[in-house]
């Protein structure tokens, strides 16, 4: 098992500039997110999903969408980046049967100038 | 909501010495709680979980963590650090039932030879 796989790894992008964050998972996992981290702050819930087709909104969802079309796969839209979009961003799955442990990927470290 | 204070954003520890992270929960039902740890560059690894079991966990390296419900802590300890020990370690929170997590801002252990 591959496990959660993000891509790309790292990312530059201009002030304006939309692009797409994917996550995949193996694990056959219900509930997928997303999170940022930036210093001093922890991880903060971005968007979340319990299954396919269903979404919702964690702490800060400002400027992000998602969207769940199959149980693996689980890609962050960035509509018009901003500096303050400067993060390190982990998808994270996880599955009720597995008390929620969340399983996290490499991250993907966004520069947004 | 649920959420985690871990007090001390720095904490230095001489090698050989006891690990002690503090961590301290809110949650309206009963939690499920969990210690990550993240060395640089790298995404989230679980070291331990409490999910309405025993409530001396046992971890990962040789951590552990006690539930204490009077108290809402979840303190991880580890009675002997090492150099590999040094790394960023973020408590979290989950709320039975439901897979928001909800986590702390993280302690930075420094290992001194």
């Known amino acids: 098992n591959a496990g959660v796989t993000q891509t790309p790894k790292f990312q530059v992008l201009k002030t304006g500039q939309s692009m797409t964050l994917q996550c995949a998972q193996d694990m056959n996992h219900e509930y997928m997110s997303w999170y940022r981290q930036d210093p001093g702050m922890g991880l903060r819930l971005i968007h979340y999903s319990v299954g396919a087709g269903i979404t919702d909104q964690g702490e800060v969802p400002n400027g992000y969408n998602v969207s769940r079309s199959t149980t693996e796969d689980f890609p962050l839209r960035l509509l018009s980046a901003a500096p303050s979009q400067t993060s390190v961003y982990f998808c994270a799955s996880s599955s009720p049967t597995e008390a929620y442990e969340q399983y996290f990927g490499p991250g993907t470290r966004l520069t947004v100038t | 909501a649920q959420s985690v204070t871990q007090l001390g954003s720095h904490v230095s520890v001489s090698e050989g010495a006891l690990v002690l992270l503090r961590c301290n929960y809110s949650?309206?039902?009963?939690?499920?709680l969990f210690w990550y740890v993240q060395y640089p560059n790298q995404g989230l690894q679980l070291l331990l979980k409490y999910t309405s079991a025993a409530t001396l966990v046992k971890g990962i390296n040789g951590f552990e963590a006690e539930f204490k419900k009077s108290e809402t802590s979840f303190h991880l300890t580890k009675p002997s650090a090492h150099m590999s020990d040094a790394a960023e370690y973020f408590c979290a929170v989950s709320e039975y039932g439901n897979n928001r997590l909800a986590f702390g801002k993280g302690n930075q252990v420094v290992v001194i030879p």
């Open positions: 949650s309206s039902v009963p939690p499920y």
